[in-house]
């Protein structure tokens, strides 16, 4: 199982981002991604999960972020709009107890 997020990037309040989720070494159509998030000094947060049929979302971003997968690219999507500074941190996704490696997101004005 590998993992490997990318698209992190800054941006200003209010702008969007996309990430990906790129897997490898395992069927993706069988298997949820989640999405996960750590800000600094902070522990790290569960914020979506991909599920093969159906998407969940955490409190602090369910409305602003939206998951999808594209089974076929073997990739999973973060599409984060009205993005807030508090929504900085490197982000991951994980499935089967595998981490990817995080990709950076800051939010500033």
């Known amino acids: 199982v590998q993992l490997q997020a990318f698209g992190g990037g800054s941006v200003q309040p209010g702008e969007s981002l996309r990430l990906s989720c790129a897997a490898s070494?395992?069927?993706?159509?069988?298997?949820?991604i989640g999405w996960f998030r750590q800000a600094p000094g902070k522990e790290r947060e569960g914020i979506s999960c991909i599920r093969t049929s159906g998407v969940d979302y955490s409190n602090s971003v369910r409305g602003r972020f939206t998951g999808s997968r594209d089974n076929a690219k073997r990739t999973v999507y973060l599409q984060m709009n009205n993005l807030q500074p508090e929504d900085t941190a490197v982000y991951y996704c994980?499935?089967?107890?595998?981490w990817g490696q995080g990709t950076l997101v800051t939010v500033s004005s």
């Open positions: 070494g395992f069927a993706l159509e069988y298997y949820g």
């Open positions: 994980n499935s089967q107890g595998q």
